[in-house]
């Protein structure tokens, strides 16, 4: 370690760039090399990090396109949510309740697939038809929300009985746990190459991103003209400018009224 210079990481940068790769696969094994200096340091193997203070972004990496305006129609919405099943693989109709609970909370509700993931069914008051979000999967580790805040949202009558029904096959107090450790999955990949787009695949729905779920919430729900005071607090983005700015304009909504618009969402 001692004996890498500055020169040699620009070769290695530049031997990158001739790769063909994207801005953000690079930034991947920046971090690893970086992290390595970062332990050499610590350690004392060497007194200076070469790393430290180097930018990571270069024009000879593409950027990666992303679907972050991208959201699933409400006809493909309505296509997955009333789906039979039929002529399905055995293993998809093991998890026919997780996947449609899963995609009923995200479309109906539009919390991050995190929230989703982390979620109990004790989070619900069953009497008063509300759910609390007070946690969130982040980079496998179970915690807090995004923004550290909990919020109780109303549940519609539609998802307060899908999540009834889905909790009479429960298998823990985790909704969506996985079920060899009985633990909430810890990256959401599994959830979507196993169970989300054998579905998608099967509907001729074009896959989007699980992510998309939540992007497909706001934007049908601002179509048909529900508050964005409503749809701020589902999304749980108080804390932003934007969001901040239509609420001290548009004022309070109580959770009655949240719930009248979420049902008309699904009328």
């Known amino acids: ?31 690893v090399v970086k992290r390595i200096f970062d332990y050499a340091l610590d350690e004392g193997y ?10 990571k972004s270069y024009p000879i990496f593409h950027k990666r396109k992303t679907n972050d305006d991208a959201f699933y129609t409400q006809e493909q919405v309505d296509l997955m949510l009333n789906d039979s099943y039929d002529g399905c693989s055995e293993n998809e109709l093991q998890n026919y309740n997780f996947t449609q609970s899963f995609i009923a909370i995200g479309t109906g509700l539009g919390l991050r697939s995190g929230e989703i993931s982390a979620a ?14 007070q946690r969130s999967i982040t980079k496998g580790l179970i915690g807090s929300t995004k923004t550290g805040k909990v919020r109780v949202l109303p549940l519609t009558k539609d998802l307060k009985e899908r999540l009834l029904k889905y909790k009479e ?17 810890t990256d959401t ?29 706001t934007t049908l729900s601002m179509l048909k003209g529900a508050k964005l005071t409503t749809i701020s607090k589902c999304l749980g983005h108080s804390g932003t400018e934007v969001t901040q700015r239509y609420y001290v304009r548009l004022g309070n909504t109580n959770q009655d009224d949240m719930r009248a618009e979420l049902e008309n969402l699904t009328a």
Not at 6 to 24: N, P, T, Y
Not at 46 to 55: L, S
Request: aromatic fraction near 14%; charged fraction near 25%.
């Open 1 to 31: 370690l001692i004996d890498v210079t500055v020169k040699d990481v620009k070769a290695w940068i530049v031997e990158q760039g001739k790769l063909d790769i994207f801005q953000s696969t690079f930034n991947k094994r920046f971090y």
């Open 120 to 133: 109990r069914f004790s989070d619900i008051s069953w009497d008063d038809s509300t759910i609390t979000i």
């Open 189 to 217: 990949r599994t959830i979507v190459d196993h169970k989300f787009k054998p579905l998608l695949k099967r509907l001729n729905i074009p896959y989007l991103g699980l992510y998309q779920l939540r992007h497909t919430f």
């Open 169 to 185: 096959s429960a298998i823990c107090d985790w909704m969506f746990p996985n079920p060899r450790t009985l633990r909430p999955y």
């Open 46 to 55: 060497t007194t200076v990090n070469i790393m430290q203070n180097r930018k």
